[in-house]
């Protein structure tokens, strides 16, 4: 079974960058895709960045588009999300899973804290 395992949350200043990993057990084409996920206290889930496995295109939401960078590396089997110029508004639990088709998402890591804050 897919294990997926976020990190690199933390506490940043406004304007700060983090990056976040997705390291899964393996890369394999029995799905699209690795996406990113956040979720704030109150809100509902909302989908941030996507890659695809097969052939590395990408999808951002308006709300990240221009300041995040979703990457991949096959050799080590892991998803980086690139966070720049951070804002209040992207603090939220971030948790990647597998993406198996429209909407359709498993293998749900365990989440990281990103905060964004003076």
């Known amino acids: 079974q897919l294990q997926l395992v976020e990190s690199g949350g933390g506490l940043v200043q406004p304007g700060g960058s983090l990056r976040l990993s997705c390291a899964a057990s393996?890369?394999?084409?029995?799905?699209?895709?690795i996406g990113w996920f956040r979720q704030a206290p109150g809100k509902a889930r909302e989908g941030v960045s996507t890659?695809?496995?097969?052939?590395?295109?990408?999808y951002y939401s308006d709300s990240v588009k221009g300041r995040f960078t979703i990457s991949r590396d096959n050799a080590k089997n892991t998803v980086y999300l690139q966070m720049n110029s951070l804002k209040p508004e992207d603090t939220a639990v971030y948790y990647c899973?597998?993406?198996?088709?429209?909407?359709?998402?498993?293998?749900w890591g365990q989440g990281t804290q990103v905060t964004v804050s003076s």
């Open positions: 899973a597998a993406v198996f088709g429209w909407e359709d998402y498993r293998y």
């Open positions: 393996k890369f394999t084409l029995d799905y699209h895709g």
């Open positions: 890659i695809s496995i097969r052939d590395g295109s990408t």
